[in-house]
């Protein structure tokens, strides 16, 4: 899987070396960070700017691109032996998955599971996430009441962003938390809606009613965590 830019491979060389295979340069880079790459055993090749284009498909790759594995999804089984976790439905935007694994690693979410979808590749949000996704453990299901079934069965409460939820709920109470959200475009299927244990809002001024969810995210997971 390649990854690109200088602050994921950054990352990826400072915390995860063994995970790189090779590095491709694109142009010259200072000593500290050579001297990094060297440290890893990576292997070294030059490419021009043709090819760094075609690996990276167009995105700014800054001159330093690494080949790395692939990113192994964690089993659901093992995600809910957490306290908080954060379930993406039906969310497919990578920029917006990367913003929202990076934000929920720093604010200390325990990890993602992605659903609602047939399928997903993250490599492009391992660049918007800074790294964060290679750090934070992801799981997969297809199907989102699965998703709901084995998280209640784990004793966790699941909270659910609506526009008829509750924007002052006391999280205090819930030992093992998760929050659900859906789409930009259309928000959390019904029947999920329905399979929620509680429902809750972010109040908006100005008659506004629409947020990015990378930022609705980052709004409810700090509210969640502030109530502990």
């Known amino acids: ?59 700014n790759h800054q001159g330093i691109l690494a080949d790395i594995e692939e990113i192994e999804f964690t089993p659901i089984k093992e995600l809910v032996k957490n306290d908080f976790l954060l379930v993406l439905c039906g969310v497919t935007d990578i920029g917006n998955i990367g913003s929202i694994t990076r934000t929920a690693f720093a604010l200390g979410v325990d990890g993602i599971i992605l659903t609602g979808v047939n399928g997903i590749k993250l490599e492009g949000a391992v660049r918007t996430s800074s790294g964060a996704l290679l750090d934070l453990p992801i799981g997969f299901e297809k199907n989102p009441m699965e998703v709901v079934n084995q998280l209640k069965m784990s004793k966790f409460a699941s909270f659910g962003s609506s526009l008829d939820g509750d924007s002052k709920i006391d999280y205090s109470s819930y030992s093992k938390k998760a929050l659900f959200l859906g789409s930009e475009g259309e928000g959390l299927p019904k029947k999920v809606v329905r399979a929620m244990d509680r429902l809750t809002k972010i109040e908006m001024s100005n008659n506004f009613d629409s947020l990015n969810v990378s930022v609705a995210a980052g709004i409810l997971i700090d509210r969640m965590k502030s109530c502990n």
Do not use: C, W
């Not at 590095?23 to 700017?49: M, P, Q, W």
């Open 1 to 59: 899987m390649i990854i690109y830019g200088k602050q994921p491979v950054l990352h990826l060389l400072e915390k995860h070396p063994k995970k790189v295979k090779e590095v491709f340069l694109n142009k010259e880079i200072d000593k500290a960070l050579f001297s990094k790459i060297t440290k890893t055993g990576a292997k070294i090749i030059r490419v021009d700017n043709k090819k760094a284009q075609a690996m990276a498909k167009n995105g």
